[in-house]
């Protein structure tokens, strides 16, 4: 059993950064891939980026240039930093990586853009 708890997220103007945090219960993070989701109202859930085991990294077209993904082994956490923030990427922010055949999610963390 995995638990993942996300935490950062809060409210910044348009051009802002923020940096969220994805902390795992056990000593995964090198050892298994990762994802970052957002979800909007009213709209699916989409895919913000991957980071691999190896620490490979790739994002959506949206977000490339903005967003990076990186992860700290010791303290079993995965980061998503967030640059140049667009009211576009107001959503709830969530984390999942699969361990052993199973998917797991964190609860989400909302980021709100806006003047």
């Known amino acids: 059993q995995v638990q993942l708890v996300e935490s950062g997220g809060g409210s910044v103007q348009p051009g802002g950064s923020l940096r969220l945090s994805c902390a795992s219960s056990?000593?995964?993070?090198?050892?298994?891939?990762m994802g970052w989701y957002r979800q909007a109202p009213g709209r699916e859930r989409e895919l913000v980026g991957t980071?691999?085991?190896?620490?490979?990294?790739n994002y959506t077209d949206s977000v490339k240039g903005r967003f990076i993904i990186s992860r700290d082994w010791p303290k079993n956490t995965w980061y998503l930093q967030m640059n140049s923030l667009r009211p576009e990427d107001t959503a709830t922010y969530y984390c999942?990586?699969?361990?052993?055949?199973?998917?797991?999610w964190g609860r989400g963390t909302q980021v709100t853009v806006s003047s």
């Open positions: 999942k990586t699969r361990w052993r055949g199973y998917d797991f």
């Open positions: 056990g000593s995964i993070v090198s050892k298994s891939n």
């Open positions: 980071i691999s085991s190896e620490g490979q990294t």
